[in-house]
């Protein structure tokens, strides 16, 4: 097919559309419920430990089932597979509205995240069935990451906005959202599956791995490095991430393909998507707790703070793919670290008498990085791998992102409860997100140009 026919053919347009809503409530789900979190600890009057599983139980499984998502994509079609994931999401969405405690609160959120796994791998697909020109393509995956760049800047001020209604509201928002993604989605082209082979083993040991390595982290915050729930934890994780690498390397279908990572863009982005987040969720988790815990501000207080960071990522994301054209991805991925790097550390070096409106416009660093840095990785992943394997492709990318994204709460969480006072744990966690960030800045000089792969 043509760019020229399916520039115009109007099921390109509704395909995006319904993938653009649905990366915005995956994203938005991720982020929303930060600034609510103190609410909603004082109605289940939760620890701190507790409140970290409201947010990483939708983020763990997000990021354990992508991989085993991406196989769905391909032997399902990425239509049908993105129909499943948006109606689990959907109906888990109102779980967690109605949920009469903080277990079923986190058993609802663990629903969500396996319905976002399925979601995510198959939106892209969608988009690269939909866009076969790279150019093409690239403006359209643009337009793609706005919607999860406006949930990502925007959440902390919709959940703020929600929580003054009620907090429940922040996840029944998802329901009118994904019945207009679902209706878009009956107007698009029909995939066609292609035979995948599933790597149930692979998924167990993956599954272990990440459920085990986030537990630990967050374990480490309310019991402290040598409880034996830590320890057993740890030692699970490393044992299944062996586990892990000896399948992938024995089975004649692994999970992760060897011609998947290949292609150093293919490893560097992957790396990227990891790293990235650290900084980019773990900022509105700290933030959101330091801003209503140590500075007394209200919830829509907080999210109002973190408005410069929306607007910022408002005005750049539909420019992304222009911008790549005139600088290059390389470019514009690694001055969307830098400015993440300084940001933090800009942040984390404010006395603790530093107005709130400070505060807010040095996160407008952090901010940039999201339009900056998404949307030119995520068109170097799929231009690096072969179209046969977009899918396995986008469900480890964004398993890498995810669990960045995980981790970035676990462990930022064990430095506040474990700090001897709450201001340092906030200065630690920024620093070492800045420090992760600079990391990957220097990991993104690496990267290569790239041409669509066949």
């Not at 690269?128 to 990502?152: C, E, F, H, N």
């Not at 404010?350 to 840095?373: K, Y």
Request: aromatic share 10%.
């Amino acid at each position: 097919m043509t760019n020229k026919t399916t520039s115009n053919d109007g099921s390109a347009g509704s395909t995006l559309a319904a993938s653009l809503l649905g990366f915005f409530i995956i994203t938005l789900d991720a982020v929303v419920v930060n600034v609510a979190l103190p609410t909603v600890g004082k109605e289940f009057s939760a620890t701190v430990s507790g409140l970290q599983w409201v947010v990483d139980s939708y983020t763990l499984l997000f990021a354990a089932f992508l991989l085993s998502a991406g196989v769905l994509t391909d032997r399902i079609g990425a239509r049908r597979a993105f129909g499943l994931g948006l109606i689990v999401f959907i109906m888990a969405s109102i779980a967690c509205g109605l949920a009469p405690s903080l277990p079923m609160l986190v058993a609802a959120r663990f629903c969500q995240g396996l319905g976002a796994a399925v979601m995510m791998p198959s939106s892209m697909a969608l988009i690269r069935q939909a866009y076969p020109d790279p150019i093409t393509r690239g403006k359209a995956i643009a337009m793609w990451a706005l919607g999860g760049s406006v949930a990502a800047t925007s959440g902390p001020v919709i959940g703020g906005l929600l929580t003054l209604i009620n907090w429940r509201w922040i996840f029944f928002i998802n329901l009118p959202v994904g019945l207009i993604a679902l209706a878009f989605l009956t107007r698009t082209r029909p995939s066609i599956p292609r035979i995948a082979p599933f790597d149930g083993w692979g998924l167990v040991a993956a599954v272990l791995a990440m459920g085990a390595l986030t537990f630990c982290a967050i374990e480490v915050g309310s019991e402290g490095l040598a409880a034996p729930s830590v320890l057993i934890s740890l030692i699970i994780t490393v044992l299944a991430i062996c586990a892990f690498f000896v399948l992938q390397r024995l089975r004649a279908h692994p999970m992760i393909p060897p011609e998947l990572m290949r292609s150093r863009n293919a490893k560097i982005a992957t790396v990227i998507g990891f790293t990235f987040m650290v900084g980019y969720f773990g900022l509105p988790f700290v933030m959101s707790l330091y801003l209503q815990q140590y500075r007394g501000l209200s919830a829509m207080g907080t999210g109002v703070a973190f408005l410069p960071m929306m607007l910022i990522g408002l005005v750049f994301t539909p420019f992304s793919a222009h911008l790549v054209q005139r600088f290059s991805a390389r470019i514009m991925i690694f001055t969307g670290l830098m400015s993440m790097t300084i940001g933090l550390t800009a942040v984390a070096m404010l006395p603790e008498s530093a107005p709130v409106w400070l505060i807010a416009v040095l996160m407008l660093l952090v901010g940039i990085a999201g339009p900056f840095v998404a949307p030119p990785v995520t068109s170097v992943l799929l231009n690096s791998v072969p179209a046969m394997l977009t899918g396995t492709a986008s469900g480890v990318f964004n398993t890498s992102r995810q669990m960045g994204g995980a981790l970035a709460v676990a462990i930022f969480g064990a430095l506040l409860a474990q700090s001897t006072n709450f201001m340092s744990g906030v200065h630690q966690s920024l620093f070492l997100a800045a420090g992760v960030a600079l990391f990957t800045a220097l990991a993104s000089l690496f990267l290569q140009p790239s041409s669509s792969a066949t």
